[in-house]
């Protein structure tokens, strides 16, 4: 079946601009994570979603990061006012009701000029 | 969730046996040993999870020492393929699901 899969799969934008990138899970996994990732880093857990609801949220960095999912499949993570440390891969994965296994997407590679 | 210290690179000939460890003396009883790996510009992909027995599948095997403090993962027969970020996670599982907390990782060469 599908994998889990993000769009766009690079994004370029202006300092200060607003940005959107969706994932789509695997269908029927309810966990949902975003992750980010600088060069030579590992992931860093940004939020998490049961279902609609965001179940933490405690590795958004700051207010100008915001995720909604709100029919429990599709989810955007939203980014107000870009910053060039925003630069990253953005990483989402979604697993079967929170289990074991986190089947990650292939990532959107934000740049912020 | 407790902290894993994992070697920054090692090196391995295609074919042998490639031998993973990872530190994680903090390691709480209800805490299970994760293992993730990363091909380059890619998203990482799950390997193999454990809590205290040693566990085997069809990608690698995984030992846990019996105070649960350190664990190694086993590439049998290691290929160029298998080059990689190797991440050792240690997390608390629930139905609810829980964050994961990634570090650096090793990042495994196999030389022809």
């Known amino acids: 079946g599908a994998g889990v899969s993000q769009t766009p799969s690079n994004k370029v934008t202006e300092k200060g601009k607003y940005v959107e990138l969706r994932c789509d899970p695997i269908s029927g996994h309810t966990a949902l994570y975003w992750y980010r990732q600088s060069l030579g880093q590992g992931p860093e857990f940004l939020i998490y979603?049961?279902?609609?609801?965001?179940?933490?949220d405690s590795g958004l960095p700051n207010d100008r990061f915001f995720a909604v999912r709100p029919e429990g499949s599709v989810s955007t993570l939203k980014i107000q006012r870009t910053e060039r440390g925003d630069s990253a891969v953005y990483l989402c994965?979604?697993?079967?009701?929170?289990?074991?296994?986190?089947?990650f997407g292939p990532g959107t590679r934000l740049t912020v000029t | 969730d407790a902290k894993t210290t994992q070697p920054t690179s090692m090196d391995c000939a295609e074919g042998r046996a490639a031998n993973l460890p990872c530190n994680h003396s903090?390691?709480?009883?209800?805490?299970?040993v994760y293992w993730y790996r990363q091909i380059h510009s890619q998203g990482p992909q799950y390997i193999i999870h454990?809590?205290?027995n040693n566990e085997t599948n069809e990608m690698a095997s995984l030992i846990i020492t019996e105070d649960r403090k350190s664990s190694t993962l086993i590439l049998p027969h290691a290929t160029l393929r298998d080059t990689a970020v190797y991440y050792c996670i240690v997390r608390v599982d629930g139905t609810g699901g829980f964050k994961t907390i990634f570090g650096a990782g090793t990042r495994l060469f196999v030389k022809a």
């Open positions: 454990g809590l205290k």
């Open positions: 979603f049961q279902g609609t609801g965001a179940a933490d």
């Open positions: 903090t390691i709480s009883g209800n805490e299970y």
């Open positions: 994965a979604s697993s079967l009701r929170g289990g074991w296994e986190q089947y």
